[in-house]
């Protein structure tokens, strides 16, 4: 071989541009749901360091806002697919990953079986002044000399060590301290990267790395002569047919354009169909993490959060009004489907039970997080109480909000979600009925709400009036599994 560009080079540099394009643009979709950063561990309105937004909503603002109203629609043209669709972004976003992380794997794999990594990992600390010379030398419009023997200069093989060795992982590891269910299991690991906040803070300015990156990369690719690299990165072989190289490398670039515009138009006409199968490939690793990891978190009073965002607006309906008017008093939790004995309990039955408290960090899917103290039953004593029938696999609960007069926007219904048995026995899966202390305040889901701490906020539904045990989720609503399932593409497992 002749070069330095093996085979394996190619393609795996071919799919990075391809998997990393993607990435970046499924990322911003989902940066577009919460377009503010913070270096705050609370994300206080305000305070954020960058906000990619003109709206503002203040902390104390005398109008009820939500979380949602903070969504931005970017363009299709930036974001995968635009047009405030976190749901099918997150499902691109975590597709890719995968894929992206298979081809850095077996490509790490073969730098170091081949002996490559000789030419990219510096042994010397030398290779610092090398690269500033190398740098100065650009800057004296002159290209700098290789390093002897290797196929690079030394500011080339360093920026390369730099963006494989440690920005890649970098982003991985930011990547992860977003979940919930990491978060939850590994309460340690948030704090390294300030708390989830700093974690989305960091993975952004990843991403920036990243183009710039690739801006320069670019650059240089042109100034040291197009045709000649080409041949290099596209046929493993610097002296190789030129014209062949460039028009076989043209094609890939314009392939991996139509490619894009394709996917983004198929995903904004069949958002459904987007979901079904990018879910099939995302879910299955999401229900794993979720399986076995159980929440660890015990936050102190002093972590909660001082301001804590509301998503959903309450409900509006008379009925509800009447109940909260004297207290919920009247206020009935029914318990039914497959269980031995239906239940109606009212907040007093519930609050004979025995009584739990955990201080826990809230994560919305849109980006925001807050601490606060939650209070209540755990479902796995209600569970009991109804005795469960074999069949039961999933818990549903129903809530009081009719969607349709608060969201509009074309969704409509009353809010729901459900949640697997091995999510519902889990020790800090509770109904709460007190929040920081007190009962319950109307915006936060009295009298009763679901805290699930290991999953997205999404699924701790407010405003409770019903929970069923089912077999099968597929006949309710929609059939993707709740309300933001069926009307905004969001995924039925949550724990990323
Ligand atoms: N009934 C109902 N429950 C709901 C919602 C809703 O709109 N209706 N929003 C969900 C979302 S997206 C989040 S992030 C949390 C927000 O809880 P909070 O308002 O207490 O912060 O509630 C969840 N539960
Ligand atoms: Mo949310």
Known sequence: ???????????????????????????????????????????????EWLRLSKKMYGADSRKLWTAMDEEEAWSPLIALPGRKQLGLGRHWHFMTVQFWIMTGAVYVALVFASGYWHYLIPTHWSIVPDSIRAVGTYLHFQLPDKIPGEPFEPAQKLSYFLVIFVLAPFQILTGAAMSPTVLARFPRYGKLFGGRQGARSLHFLGLVAFAAFTALHTFMVIIHGVPKEFAGIVLADLNANQTLALAIGLTGIFLIVVFHVVITALSLRYQRGTQRLLGFMVNPFERVLSRVSKSRQHYRRRDISPYFRVNGYPPTGEEYERLAADGFADYRLSVGGLVQRPLSLSLEDLRNIDQTSQITDHNCIQGWNAVAEWSGV????????????????????YAMDDKGLTETQGRYGFFYDTIPLYLATNPQT?????MNGAPLPVEYGAPVRLRLETQLGFKMVKWIAAI???ADITDIGMGMGGYREDQLYYANAAGI
């Open 378 to 397: 755990r479902l796995s004593h209600v569970l009991d109480l109804a005795g469960l029938a074999p069949e039961a696999k999933h818990v549903v609960f």
């Open 468 to 470: 069923e045990f089912v």
């Open 1 to 47: 071989m002749s070069g330095f560009f093996p085979w394996w080079v190619v393609v795996t540099h071919f799919l990075n541009i391809f998997l990393l394009l993607l990435l970046a643009r499924s990322g911003l979709e989902v940066l577009s749901a919460f377009p503010k950063l913070y270096w705050h561990r609370d994300c206080p309105p305000g305070r």
């Open 430 to 434: 509770i109904l709460a009925l007190d």
